[in-house]
């Protein structure tokens, strides 16, 4: 049996409050809206009650952000892409923020078993004035469990129409990807933190923004696999590799913080689910 889930969630900002509508079909769906930070920012976590995808399986989601509104969306664990017997599973998201809007798109990471078959789309639509801090972390197999990621493939697609496209395919076959030293180097974790502007990002407050990450990386134990810089006017993206998501998750959260607080002098405290 196959599941086919949708879910549709639409921020508006009434009276200085930031509040979140859904609809739903299937299993996917919103908890409890909740305002840790106060009325303006609204937090939410998106529930998949199956806890993962096989073959055949289907989620799609709608996100959209209106003006001056502010939502911040996490999950309460992995998405999970099981072995696959012929049919793709697929999570597709799209993202559609008005003017002044902000959204930060913030879910654990995608886990994809060794034999899956699996596409992750997200693609993400910005009015000018609007912006989105976001990540995207990819985990291959469980090295930990003893369950490498020797077979299969997965189809990565992050897009902003227009503005910057990345398209991934990584197959645990092409050992040349897999294991070659200019390439993932034998790490089994791939982790994409991003903020995406709506219009030109002014260049000294971009410097300040990559500088503020550059401070979190210099002595981090990942700094020789990690990165960050200006894709173009409107987008920086940090990336970084590592053996286990763990470190990759650890390092994506602090600079997340450090860019939240220098793009939008916004304070960053974890959302409660996380440690959990």
């Known amino acids: 049996m196959t599941w086919h889930a949708s879910l549709a969630l639409d921020y508006s900002l009434r009276e200085g409050r930031s509040i979140a509508h859904f609809r739903h079909e299937g299993p996917l769906r919103v908890m409890q809206s909740l305002y840790p930070q106060g009325d303006l920012i609204c937090h939410n976590i998106l529930v998949h009650p199956p806890g993962g995808l096989v073959g055949g399986d289907r989620l799609d989601i709608r996100i959209h952000v209106g003006n001056q509104s502010h939502g911040l969306i996490t999950t309460p664990g992995a998405t999970r892409f099981y072995r696959s017997l012929g049919e793709p599973a697929v999570q597709n998201t799209e993202i559609r923020l008005e003017a002044g809007a902000r959204l930060e798109w913030l879910p654990m990471e995608a886990l994809y078993y060794s034999g899956c078959l699996a596409e992750n789309r997200l693609r993400m639509s910005l009015a000018p004035g609007?912006?989105?801090?976001?990540?995207?972390?990819?985990?291959?197999?469980?090295?930990?469990?003893?369950?490498?990621?020797?077979?299969?493939?997965?189809?990565?697609?992050?897009?902003?129409?227009?503005?910057?496209?990345?398209?991934?395919?990584?197959?645990?076959?092409?050992?040349?990807?897999?294991?070659?030293?200019?390439?993932?180097?034998?790490?089994?974790?791939?982790?994409?933190?991003?903020?995406?502007?709506?219009?030109?990002?002014?260049?000294?407050?971009?410097?300040?923004?990559?500088?503020?990450?550059?401070?979190?990386?210099?002595?981090?134990?990942?700094?020789?696999?990690?990165?960050?810089?200006?894709?173009?006017?409107?987008?920086?993206?940090?990336?970084?590799?590592?053996?286990?998501?763990?470190?990759?998750?650890?390092?994506?959260?602090?600079?997340?913080?450090?860019?939240?607080?220098?793009?939008?002098?916004?304070?960053?405290?974890?959302?409660?689910?996380?440690?959990?």
């Open 130 to 276: 609007a912006e989105l801090l976001g990540w995207d972390i990819t985990a291959l197999g469980l090295p930990q469990a003893e369950q490498p990621f020797v077979q299969g493939q997965l189809l990565q697609h992050i897009e902003v129409p227009g503005v910057w496209l990345e398209r991934a395919r990584i197959r645990a076959e092409d050992h040349g990807l897999m294991d070659h030293p200019l390439a993932l180097a034998g790490h089994r974790c791939l982790g994409t933190l991003f903020m995406v502007s709506g219009q030109p990002l002014e260049r000294a407050r971009r410097e300040r923004i990559l500088d503020a990450a550059r401070e979190v990386l210099a002595g981090h134990g990942l700094d020789a696999s990690a990165g960050v810089t200006a894709v173009n006017e409107q987008v920086l993206v940090l990336r970084v590799l590592a053996p286990l998501v763990e470190p990759a998750m650890g390092l994506l959260r602090a600079v997340w913080q450090a860019w939240r607080l220098q793009a939008w002098q916004l304070a960053a405290p974890a959302p409660r689910i996380w440690s959990t």
